[in-house]
């Protein structure tokens, strides 16, 4: 079962699916790195995972847009990565990082923490029991923020954190290239359940992010479920 | 065992995925190491053209290229498509940085839907190469390049050459798609050992045996970098241009005057004898008088002044540009290549120092390069590079500058050990006779720091001339004429070039030789606390003067 399932899916206290795998990454960094750093792990990861818009048609077939890809260079990291061409899920992963970096900072502890993005499959239940939402792959970045105390440190910090998102790309890569459970093609009915259709360019499978700030006891003192993207969970 | 065969469709379509899919990976790996950040649109509607959902560009030469790699064919067991990344700096050298494989082995999934699943993955796995083609070192340098080297790319078809990354390269697995009829497999070797890139001393590697043509692909986006990947291939005609070099000097001539003997210059290493052009030959990075110049020197026949004719001493190895294939039966007459490359001949330089209006030379960096005689090899081959046909004058032409020192008229020596009588063919004595003896020669690998001795200082503290040995190359130069550019003596007394002369052989500083520097450091340590006290006590007359910069 998935070891940090709990948590997916919090409103409906549904048991975590058997197929919901579980891939933690971990980086170090500085303070204004972390915004950079996180985008460019849930970038990549939402790279693999988002396709074309999808164009249903006569008889079940459907039809799909296409992806168009754009470079993001680092002002504080040595590093660049390749995102998804798609302003909105830009602005999205944006303000989530944008909080998880501020919930850091604000929580004055030793900035320690960690953001998940988990991608599920809705499953319609019948009334009055609401739509189960069932992970199906669950990502954990967690984030030591360090303190430099001059220009040099910072600069090698630079290079090391550089090459060590090089490595979690490679990580990512590995995990995608597994060819594991991905849900069905979903038909034209039941599209919104395993995609999120929202977007007017692209279309990621179903997601959410969500963090969580660990204090210098090592314990979660600020369990934030926060539902930062648009959230087809109904109700 | 028959299982469910694939139907002649699903096989057409798996031939034709395979196919598109190995071209779209070539794009992707090339566009990745161009320079450029790349960037193209989504879109909700599909367009029919976008293979495997992406929107990834052709750029037709690439396209071209890779077809012609793989001339019909498509990846099979022992038949990969590779595509090698390499870097060429702008002084010849090049070295292989990556090599990228698509193979496919026998491990064949039947049950695998072609149309769906098989295209599904393949269209995860070149997004998974854009990803990955970010995170190899080749990246940054691709993002940088444009100066000092540019990046080349190399598609071949067949057996993987790993050989050329050198030891310990690493492998990254971008990943795999199993179809009915084989696994695709997609990976990347790449060379780890780039760390002394930073320092711009590239591995003196042998140049690309063979022809060397650098032709610019058609720039994708307006405003891209100056370099693009070149296409390396064997074989054709095109004329080269090279991106500019650093610190390219204008020529100089000069009359002698007498002076202390001439110390420095430049010696043309190897040079490579590639009978078809174009030649390309190592170059060397030298400091003169405190410039660092880098230049892609050939190696030509060049004629000299030897001392006996009187030329006064030549004290510095002044920049002397020329390109010209000589003419061995008249050894003192520099002939330029005025057939090659637009560049205009230089007129004969006298012994007497007359000065020549010579001012300025410029031939294309790959306008003319000649192949210097070695003793074992043909004087005859004067091999002639293309010219940059129709390139020379634009903005990517340089100057080639090459130094040519001259032994002075108080050359402790006998004269004539520099004439060519000694020598049974002209410029033998520019000839690398040992090659290994340029590891050690300091005017080849000129230490970097300022405290190490450089072949300046080490030629001024000589005694009288630099030895005697012929194997010294300090005196193997003669200086030919002075002038500098755009200074005329008519219109100042003290012109440029008289200043050049007057100062150009500044005694040693002491701080610089390693003995005293480390006495000196000594003793300004131990003097250190006794200077600290008198600051203390002047603390405020040095508190006051700040005052009145405030």
């Known amino acids: 079962s998935c070891p940090l399932s709990a948590r997916c899916c919090a409103p409906s206290g549904a048991a975590p699916a058997m197929n919901c795998r579980a891939e933690v990454l971990e980086v170090s960094v500085e303070g204004r790195q972390v915004e950079e750093a996180m985008l460019a792990v849930l970038h990549t990861v939402l790279l693999h995972r988002s396709t074309g818009k999808f164009h249903y048609k006569k008889e079940g077939t459907y039809s799909i847009g296409t992806v168009g890809t754009q470079d993001v260079d680092c002002d504080f990291i040595d590093f660049a990565y390749v995102r998804v061409s798609s302003e909105e899920l830009d602005r999205a992963l944006r303000k989530a990082v944008g909080e998880f970096k501020d919930a850091l900072r604000s929580s004055g502890s030793d900035g320690m923490g960690q953001i998940s993005l988990e991608f599920y499959q809705k499953k319609k239940s019948r009334w009055p029991f609401s739509d189960e939402c069932i992970p199906w792959e669950l990502w954990t970045i967690k984030v030591n923020v360090v303190n430099l105390a001059n220009e040099q440190e910072r600069q090698i910090c630079r290079e090391k954190v550089g090459e060590k998102l090089c490595e979690k790309i490679i990580n990512i890569v590995e995990v995608m290239n597994r060819h594991e459970y991905l849900p069905k093609m979903p038909t034209q009915s039941e599209v919104d359940n395993v995609f999120d259709t929202s977007l007017k360019d692209v279309q990621p499978y179903l997601y959410k992010i969500s963090y969580q700030i660990t204090d210098s006891l090592g314990t979660s003192v600020t369990t934030t479920m926060r539902r930062l993207i648009k959230d087809t969970l109904a109700l | ?550």
Request: proline share 7%; glycine share 6%; hydrophobic share 35%.
């Open chain 2, 1 to 550: 065992a028959m299982d469910t065969d694939l139907s002649s469709q699903d096989r057409k379509d798996l031939d034709k995925f395979i196919k598109f899919f190995a071209l779209k990976t070539v794009q992707v790996i090339v566009q990745a190491r161009l320079g450029e950040k790349i960037c193209t649109r989504s879109s909700s509607s599909p367009t029919g053209s976008d293979w495997f959902n992406l929107a990834i560009k052709d750029i037709p030469e690439v396209t071209h290229e890779a077809k012609k790699a793989l001339a019909g064919q498509l990846p099979a067991v022992g038949r990969s498509m590779c595509v090698e990344i390499s870097l060429k700096t702008s002084e010849g050298d090049s070295m292989e940085l990556e090599i990228w494989c698509l193979e496919m082995n026998e491990k064949c999934d039947k049950e695998i839907k072609v149309s769906y699943t098989v295209y599904n993955r393949l269209s995860l796995l070149l997004k998974s190469l854009l990803a990955i083609t970010r995170v190899t070192p080749a990246y940054r340098l691709s993002r940088k390049q444009g100066h000092e080297y540019v990046i080349l790319y190399r598609i071949y078809f067949g057996e993987v050459q790993l050989s050329g990354l050198g030891e310990g390269f690493q492998t990254v697995r971008v990943g795999t798609v199993g179809t009915p009829v084989g696994t695709i497999t997609l990976s990347c070797a790449y060379r780890i050992n780039l760390a002394f890139m930073s320092t711009r001393q590239f591995e003196r590697t042998p140049p690309i045996m063979g022809i060397i043509i650098d032709h610019f692909v058609d720039r994708p986006y307006p405003s891209s970098s100056p370099m693009h990947p070149c296409n390396y291939r064997a074989g054709e005609d095109n004329g080269a241009v090279y991106p500019s070099v650093e610190g390219s000097q204008e020529v100089c001539t000069t009359s002698f005057s007498t002076s202390p003997p001439s110390q420095c210059v430049f010696i043309v290493t190897k040079a490579h004898f590639q009978t078809p052009p174009p030649v390309v030959t190592d170059t060397l990075k030298v400091p003169v008088m405190g410039l660092a110049f880098s230049h892609q020197l050939s190696s030509s026949r060049l004629s000299y002044q030897p001392a006996a004719l009187g030329v006064g001493s030549a004290d510095m190895g002044y920049p002397l540009l020329f390109a010209g294939g000589l003419n061995a039966a008249h050894p003192h007459q520099l002939i330029g290549p005025g057939k090659e490359g637009g560049v205009p001949p230089v007129p004969s330089q006298s012994a007497h120092g007359t000065q020549a209006d010579q001012e300025r030379m410029c031939t294309p960096l790959d306008g003319v390069h000649y192949s210097a005689a070695t003793p074992s090899s043909s004087e005859d081959t004067e091999t002639v590079s293309n010219s940059s046909e129709g390139k020379c004058g634009s903005p990517h032409d340089l100057l080639e500058t090459i130094f040519i020192r001259k032994v002075g008229a108080f050359v402790n020596k006998p004269i004539n050990q520099v004439t060519m009588a000694n020598l049974d063919i002209p410029f033998a004595i520019f000839a690398p006779k040992n090659v290994e003896l340029e590891d050690n020669d300091p005017m080849v690998n000129p230490p970097e720091s300022p405290e190490t001795e450089s072949p300046l200082q080490g030629s001024l503290h000589s005694e009288g001339s630099t030895g005697s040995s012929t194997g010294n190359t300090h005196d193997d130069f003669v200086m030919i004429d002075f002038k500098p550019a755009f200074s005329k003596d008519d219109i100042l007394p003290m012109d440029l070039g008289t200043f050049y002369r007057e100062f150009q052989n500044p005694p040693q500083l002491s701080s610089l030789s390693i003995d005293i520097g480390a006495q000196s450091m000594a003793e300004d340590l131990d003097s250190l606390p006794e200077k600290l006290a008198v600051h203390e006590k002047n603390v405020k007359e040095f508190d006051a003067f700040v005052e009145t910069l405030q």
